[in-house]
């Protein structure tokens, strides 16, 4: 018997919700950017494969890393809107999440944005200059993790990881 695409998207979500409990275990052992950063962007792109799991089927989720930047803001636009009495999500705020989201999905060595941008939490690369970085060593600048908006989004995650371990999906 084949697994239905509601035990996938619950299957998803809670290793997402493994990953966000793994990055808070490393925020507290001040563990370095690049690790926290992994396990966050682990969650996102899990939570992502959960919504869209639920939304098209699994068959249609592929093994790939590029959903973050495309999804994570719709399903922060929803579950913004469901925890906050039906308020809708403020422009700014809405932007800050599209461009953390793709910020996000950088992270994964395989999106690369056509080789132009090489910064990721996993691998060395070599930089414009011929340097080799280090993700260990190196900044990631266009990350602050401890933000309040990347607080905000991180707990977007959970909620929408939360609510698809548990078989439901939000209502349009």
């Known amino acids: 018997m084949l697994a239905k695409d ?23 052992g001040n563990a370095e950017k690049c690790h926290r950063l992994h396990f966050l962007q682990m969650a996102a792109e899990k939570m992502c494969k959960a919504y869209l799991t639920i939304a098209n089927g699994h068959e249609n989720v592929k093994k790939i890393h ?30 800050e999440i599209k461009r953390l989201s793709h ?14 941008r090489k910064d990721n939490s996993e ?30 989004l991180i707990r977007l995650i959970r909620s929408a990881s939360e609510y698809y371990s548990f078989e439901q999906s939000p209502k349009e």
């Open 6 to 28: 509601k035990d996938w998207a619950r299957g998803y979500a809670k290793q997402a919700l493994s990953d966000l409990n793994a990055r808070e275990t490393l925020v507290r």
């Open 103 to 116: 910020e996000i999905e950088i992270l994964a060595p395989a999106c690369d944005h056509g080789d132009l």
């Open 123 to 152: 691998y060395p690369w070599q930089d414009e200059k011929g340097n080799i970085q280090t993700p260990c060593e190196y900044k990631f600048p266009h990350i602050d993790d401890g933000s309040r908006a990347i607080i905000r």
């Open 66 to 95: 590029a959903y973050v930047a495309r999804n994570l803001p719709i399903i922060a636009r929803q579950f913004y809107s469901l925890n906050n009495n039906n308020n809708e999500i403020s422009r700014w705020e809405l932007s």
